[in-house]
């Protein structure tokens, strides 16, 4: 069985987000990065659990951006990835990012393409379903659950069935579709891994190839980001002057 596990690079949680003087890119300087929490602690770990199930396959990273990006890939090859693509290019957008992986994806006969549901710093969610839709294989999206209906000593392989389960309102909806399919993944699909030192080491050995973009179609480009408006200190008022409230309600707040 094949498994593709895209994962992208999103600032440390505690990052104090700042921009560049022209307001059109994040300021890199002094940032923390690391691979997209949805894209490492649900995708790849559920993808080293289905092939430590099945007692065989392979599970291969894919990553669109620049070499100073490598140190991402080489921690999720630690956590178990069996080897690397790293798409040499700075990515733009999601469609720029699934175009990539869908060019380099269309003709290697992945059983199983997961990603993260959404990535963290700008909260896109778009990048499985344009896999989705450009591979022309099914895509489900915000995925707790993914089971392989095939037993251990059984080749999984194109055709098989899998099943997925997702949240929606006052329920679960379970699904059955066969492989290929794009699955982005949730909290629930799988516990996270720490790498150990072994993988570490053996991390520095395993494939990473490196090819160019393919095609590139930049489609968007950024006019401007601004910084989200801080909290406001709260402004106290006595109980008993219901007029200070009323004016401020009215002249501050603008809310009647």
Known sequence: ??????????????????????????????????????????????????KEALGAGTVTLIHVGPVENEAIIRKGLAIGADDAVRIDADPCDAYFVAEQI????????????????????TNSSMVGGMLGEMLS???????????????PAEPFGRGKMITVEKDIDG????????????????????????????G??????????????ANPS??????NYTPAEGRKAVKMIDPNNMDELVNLLHTEAKVI
């Not at 006969?109 to 990603?115: A, S, V």
């Not at 294989?137 to 037993?151: E, G, I, M, W, Y």
């Open 1 to 50: 069985m094949k498994i593709l596990v895209c994962i992208s690079n999103v600032p440390d949680t505690t990052t104090k987000i700042a921009f560049t003087p022209d307001g059109k890119s994040l300021n890199k300087t002094g940032v923390q990065f690391i691979i997209n929490p949805y894209d490492e602690w649900y995708a790849l770990v559920r993808a080293l659990e289905i």
């Open 102 to 121: 869908a060019a380099y994806a269309k003709d290697k006969n992945f059983d199983l393409i997961l990603t993260g549901k959404e990535t963290i710093d």
């Open 137 to 151: 294989v099914p895509f489900c999206s915000l995925t707790s659950k993914l089971d392989v209906n095939a037993r």
């Open 171 to 198: 329920g679960t909806v379970v699904l059955e579709f066969e492989t290929p399919a794009v699955i982005s993944c949730q909290k629930g699909m799988a516990e996270a891994r720490i790498p150990n030192m072994r």
């Open 200 to 213: 570490i080491m053996a991390a520095r050995t395993k494939p990473l190839n490196v090819i160019p973009a």
């Open 218 to 223: 930049v489609l968007t480009s950024v006019e």
